[in-house]
């Protein structure tokens, strides 16, 4: 087979190695526009993993860049003049240059053509001149620019600046993140030790930064110069030094993140950077590249024709890639945005560096560092004014907010039952409750219960507006005070647009068979074509539903509730006027947030006034409508808190989207978390995390890393009342309260999963 590879990186290099150890016949031939030595970047990062992964392939270039990694287990972060250091991380470098000289050193052997200082032609001309062509030619790739209509490549630019040096000092002993302000803002260096001599020394920064500081007018030694300023205390004397001299201009860059719909066409395959791109911050574009140039190879000579080898790699390699630009956007979104978690305490700081990808999760890093988190665990506790001394989890840590004082950090979110009579709860509402009260959580919520007849979402929904409620909630909040130690938060909400419809596990949010009330909100919009147009509210509309949450709030005082919550999210009647999506008022309750902000915060204020000074008030809020333009996204969430926090709200419950018919979540694990973390970080008010969170790892992560101060669980919650006891039996925190008649039930958990661990020798 007539083979060309266009690009003579590590991919292609592989490639065209992994090529010849199958058929020595190959004609292959490399094609380099740039010289042998030439080369961006310093060094890469490997695992041992990927290095037995290349081994099984060809042990001998394998060995020989074995013997050129330089090895570290820490990673130290300098923050605020503190170096925190922990350990287990397992790392392996290499000189980029290095690895180069190694494949091309074994390419030769092998026989393979190496054409360097070669510019590619147009791929047609190859595509016509050989049988197979790889291109390997980087996130700029000439050969999916010039296919692009049939590869359908999606390039992002990312925000921050970097430029990729070198130095002599030394960071032999941990891959080192140092952070610095400067004059013009935060700067940041990524270093890491490839060789005994020479360390990476990556400078970032944001866009603003690098602007101030004229880092694109400057020439390279300029560049260099100021950066060895910023850095001058970590560097010893020592001086930085670029490789990258082929590149004009000072080479600083911003990263292109690359994802093609497609990854071959006829008998030409993209590969590496070329076809996807994953950040630097989680040292895995080589990887990607190396195995995905193995993959191919194997699959060359495995499969029937060309075009069964190209299915079988674009399926087998699309998902690790995938997964694996899943994790570096997360990290790269992390450093774009790590100014706003430059307040935190380095412990907090270092712990939310770690857990950036979402790939180290918390018990994991007890796994790499237990000394390290343990001490970690220790300062939450200390932090949140815990009487339990040394370590425990974040999750059963106190809460305290006003008077309310909650002890542990786990809330059962509000989850509509449909199981009420004419809005009053019933005995169905009181053994739901109750279960959930007696399983351990800090935070119990009833589900959205409404201010009027008319503000039901269901004829199945609760309310807060006839004296049967009244009598029915104190019953259930009397047992929870007396035979508990949660705590029981009323929310309140109008169900407005979407309003007059069928139970959940009917036809969801479509209007009734039958009997269907009228229904109100901002303006005329309508939940969907087939759901009530509403009526816009008046004045008179407005002051008289206000006046029934003043209500419904003096009704959850009189019934012990110890705090309120008030629903203005998921397209409800409040939500209705926050999200421009439904709002098209002209009045002075249209237009700017502001304006739309005006109602809600009216119906908050009125309530406020009526609810103990002593209780909090927290507001549900839909941070992201999942649109493309148009609604509300997290920035515009950011100013809602900020309105919310100046107006006297103590929590944001921070949910998103069911705002719109036409909203487009993108759905996983912890999904909602980035706009808890992120209003949480940027205005300071307290926030509840939601949003498929299901294990104790995730309440855990997010906590210690200051993504939110309580977590809210759902579905976990239907399916397992005693979900926190359950978790602190799993974890061995054997300090939480259970209901004195299940000691029994406890003991016997918490025996056999002392044996469990014996039997997997985690004790």
Known sequence: MKVAVLGGGPAGLYFAISMKLRDAAHDVTVIERNKPDDTFGWGVVLSDETLDNLAANDPVSAAWIREHFAYWDDIAVVHKGVRTVSSGHGFCGIGRKQLLVLLQKRARELGVELAFETEAREPQFYMDAYDLVVASDGVNSKARTALADIFKPDIDIRKCKFVW?????????????????????WLWAHAYQFDPDTATFIVECSETTWEKFGFGAMTQQESIATCERIFRKHLGGHALM??????????????????CERWSYRNLALMGDAAASAHFSIGSGTKLALESAVALAEYVHSEADLDAAFRKYEDARRTEVLRLQSAARNSLEWFEDVERYFNLDPVQFNYSLLTRSQRISHENLRLRDKEWLDGAEAWFQRQAGSNVNGA??????????????????????????????????????????????????????????????????????????????????????????????AKICAQIGHSGPKGSTQLGWEDSDAPLKQGN???????????????????????????????????????????????????????YLLSSFITPLTNRRTDEYGGSLENRMRYPLEVFHAVRAVWPAGKPISMRISAHDWVEENGVDPLEAV???????????????????????????????????????????????????????????????????????LVCLARPHLADPYWTLHAAAKLGDRHVKWPDPYLPGRDQLYRLAERQDVMTGKV
């Open 517 to 571: 009330w009228p229904v109100m909100a901002a303006s005329d919009v309508a939940w969907s074509p087939q759901n009530q147009t509403p009526r816009p509210m008046t004045r008179a509309d407005m002051e008289r539903v206000r006046d029934e949450f003043v209500a419904a709030a003096e009704m959850a005082e009189r019934c012990g509730f110890d705090i309120l919550e008030i629903h203005a999210a998921h397209g």
């Open 639 to 709: 100013e809602i808190a900020r309105l919310l926090q100046a107006a006297g709200v103590d929590i944001c419950d921070v949910s998103a989207g069911q705002t719109s018919i036409h909203a487009k979540p993108v759905y996983g694990r912890m999904f909602q978390t980035p706009f808890s973390d992120r209003i949480r970080n940027e205005t300071g008010i307290a926030t509840m995390a939601v949003g498929n969170i299901y294990e104790p790892d995730h309440v855990n992560s997010i906590l210690m890393a200051g993504r939110a101060d």
């Open 165 to 185: 040096l070198g130095t002599h000092q030394k960071f032999d002993d941990a891959f080192t993140f140092i952070f610095e302000e400067t004059e013009h803002g």
């Open 392 to 485: 425990r989890a974040p999750m059963f840590a106190p809460f305290r907010l006003r008077d309310l004082h909650l002890n542990n950090r786990v809330v059962v979110s509000p989850m509509a039952q449909y199981k009420a009579v004419d809005g009053c709860p019933t005995d169905w509402h009181f053994a739901h409750y109750a279960e959930r009260a007696k399983g351990g959580a800090g935070l119990v919520y009833i589900e959205m219960t409404c201010v009027s007849p008319e503000g039901r979402i269901t004829p199945g929904c609760t309310g807060f507006y006839a004296p049967e409620h009244e009598a029915a909630w104190k019953r259930l909040v009397d047992f929870v005070h007396a035979e508990t130690e």
């Open 242 to 259: 670029s490789n990258a001299a082929h590149v004009r201009g000072s080479a600083w860059i911003s990263f292109p993140r690359v994802l």
